[in-house]
């Protein structure tokens, strides 16, 4: 709920998480060792699957969303599958906590102006869970780039089949986190998309190859799938005067520079922090409730990129309908 006393500033914020699969789990598992935090509950539908969680972390298992508010917290996690983001998101909001909402923020980019709209009006704290601009490898590869000009941007993030079958395809399940760090690392709005996908096992696309222009002129390229039998997840950059390659997984970032007219040129491997990802998020997230301040990854952000990717799928239906076209002709 709202806080409003010098007190209310000084004891921890009282969280609660809904949806407690991986994702969920794992927030739930930080918040309950997090400093300035009171993990107070956990809630799924799936009463067994809340109860273990519970009963490791030491807090209360609920069924669902509606049980977690009646508790009387500050902010609460949604990791739920991503077509309860919207009813979920807008009951936390219109109760007055704050909420941090997993990726994508919605199902469609009228659902995440909506829920955008309604936190402004309520005066809350909204995030979205882009966990990986908290990486410290892409922190590092940030930090490389700052002030350069950028020129392109190849971004890999393909690995197995999920266990778990989702109702989204790699575009919105993956690629949604790499346009998200395009955007970040530009500055810039996704002006283009070119995109090519595929379903050579899935229902939905598993395959993407998805290519950008932002309004700045910088070239992205994603290549993302679900067939490669081992993870990858790795960044390219090139600006006019250095080359920035970051590992995401092992956190190596290494920085080619001072080309030469001999065609060489030098090498460094850049210092990365060492922190959990999810911490970090996390933290930074409870901060700006504590504070009021703007989140690191706004609702504005998330929307974007989803909107993006969307388009990427609206995108390959268009071009394949106008191909029918022209072979009918």
Not at 94 to 121: D, F, H, M
Not at 257 to 268: A, I, L, N, V
Request: proline content about 5%.
């Amino acid at each position: 709920m709202a806080r409003d006393s010098a007190a209310s500033e000084k004891r921890p914020l009282r969280v609660g998480v809904t949806g407690i699969g991986v994702m969920g789990s794992n927030h739930a598992r930080v918040l309950a060792e997090l400093p300035g935090a009171e993990l107070v509950a956990v809630a799924d539908p799936d009463q067994a699957q809340a109860a273990r969680v519970a009963g490791f972390l030491g807090c209360q298992a609920v069924g669902d969303h509606h049980d977690l508010l009646a508790l009387g917290l500050d902010a609460v996690i949604v990791a739920a599958p991503t077509h309860l983001h919207h009813p979920i998101a807008l009951d936390v909001i219109n109760a007055g906590c704050s909420v941090l909402v997993e990726k994508p923020v919605a199902s469609t980019v009228e659902q995440g102006r909506e829920i955008v709209s309604l936190a402004r009006t309520k005066g809350v704290t909204l995030m979205i869970g882009h966990v990986e601009r908290f990486n410290p490898a892409v922190q590092a590869v940030k930090d490389a780039i700052d002030g350069e000009e950028l020129l392109s941007i190849a971004i890999t993030r393909v690995g197995p089949f999920p266990p778990r079958m989702s109702n989204v395809g790699v575009v919105i399940d993956l690629a949604v986190h790499d346009i998200d760090l395009i955007r970040w690392f530009t500055g810039s709005d996704i002006v283009e998309v070119q995109p090519q996908t595929s379903s050579a096992v899935a229902e939905r696309e598993d395959i993407a190859l998805l290519q950008f222009r932002t309004a700045s002129g910088v070239l992205a390229h994603i290549n993302t799938n679900w067939l490669t039998p081992f993870k990858a997840r790795t960044v390219h950059v090139a600006t006019r005067k250095k080359y920035v390659i970051g590992d995401l997984l092992t956190r190596q970032v290494t920085e080619c520079f001072d080309y030469r007219p001999d065609g060489s040129y030098s090498m460094r491997h850049l210092p990365v922090a060492y922190a959990e990802p999810l911490r970090t998020e996390l933290t930074r997230f409870l901060d700006a409730v504590r504070t009021g301040g703007n989140p690191p990854v706004s609702g504005e952000e998330g929307v974007a990129s989803l909107e993006i990717a969307i388009a990427c799928l609206t995108e390959r239906v268009e071009a394949a309908a106008r191909a029918k076209v022209r072979l009918a002709g």
